[in-house]
């Protein structure tokens, strides 16, 4: 029985450990070519190590997969555009894109630097847009037949989505990815290239020290990776521009909502300011609470 993504090539960023890492072993297991992407660094971005990506890449041959190693950095346009060529020259073409390296540099507002908030957003928002760039280029200069022709598997978060204390820059670059997400789902549609997101809480090298992560046993990346094999295979359809969320053994769907509001008269003239306050409730009031 061949897998769900047999004889596809993807590219995993930030795969050298955690969620990437667990996100490329199963990809592997379901018979995709891996190119295997992390350029080593710490969990704030300094340094740099190729043994990471070459373990993860060493594993994946030992189970009797393909896989190449990509140690380049997705922050800039000439590593984004290497990752794809290491593609193409191992194996051919590409397929999947699962963008999801990452650092952190938390710290609250008021004490982040300049260096801290570009840093964050370089390698989360700019290295997605850059390689899901890179990526779609590749997948329309390939062409094929009729059917989906490519996959983007973006990695937003809840802290982008409903903010979060210490992490200006990181849900910044996180929310970001998903109004990228959003559009690129709009715009490549026409060139059959589904373009998701995933939103996943698990206990890693990232989160392990965090205070919402402290005594957790059940939110590993094993139970992220089967969310963005969904996304990644056929059995995705032509669902595009979607968050699905994970957390543990939950699985859910974010979508930002708009209440039903209230209209004005157009013979009363424009809202005031005090109007909007004496209608507050009426305005901002969500169905169901």
């Known amino acids: 029985m061949s897998g769900l993504l047999e004889g596809k ?29 992390d350029v080593g660094g710490t969990r704030g971005g300094d340094g740099q190590s190729q043994a990471v990506a070459d373990a993860v890449v060493e594993e994946i041959r030992k189970a009797g997969g393909k896989a190449v190693a990509s140690h380049d950095s997705v922050a ?33 507002f008021l004490k982040m630097d300049e260096a801290m908030f570009d840093g964050v957003v370089d390698v989360h928002l700019k290295g997605t847009f850059l390689c899901s760039q890179a990526f779609a280029k590749q997948v329309i200069a390939q062409g094929g037949a009729s059917g989906t022709s490519g996959r983007i598997v ?38 059959r290239i589904t373009v998701n997101a995933l939103a996943p809480i698990a206990k890693t090298r990232m989160t392990e020290d965090l205070p919402m992560m402290q005594g957790v046993a059940n939110m590993t990346p094993e139970h992220i990776a089967p969310a963005a094999l969904f996304l990644g295979s056929d059995l995705c359809g032509d669902r595009s521009g979607l968050v699905l969320a994970v957390a543990g053994s939950r699985m859910y769907a974010y979508r930002v909502m708009e209440s039903p509001g209230r209209f004005k008269d157009a013979d009363d003239g424009l809202w005031t300011a005090q109007e909007i306050q004496d209608n507050w409730d009426a305005i901002a009031k969500f169905p169901g609470t």
């Open 9 to 37: 090539v993807a590219i995993v960023t930030g795969a050298g450990g955690g969620i990437g890492r667990a996100e490329a072993l199963l990809f592997a297991r379901e018979g995709a070519l891996l190119v295997v992407n």
């Open 76 to 108: 800039t346009a000439d590593g984004a555009a290497a990752l794809i060529k290491a593609a193409v020259d191992a194996f051919g073409r590409v397929d999947v894109l699962v963008n999801n390296a990452g650092i952190l540099r938390d710290k609250s």
């Open 154 to 191: 973006n990695t937003t978060s809840v802290s982008g989505l409903l903010g979060n204390f210490g992490q200006a820059n990181y849900a910044a670059a996180k929310a970001g990815i998903y109004g990228l997400t959003r559009t690129c789902a709009i715009e490549l549609q026409k060139h």
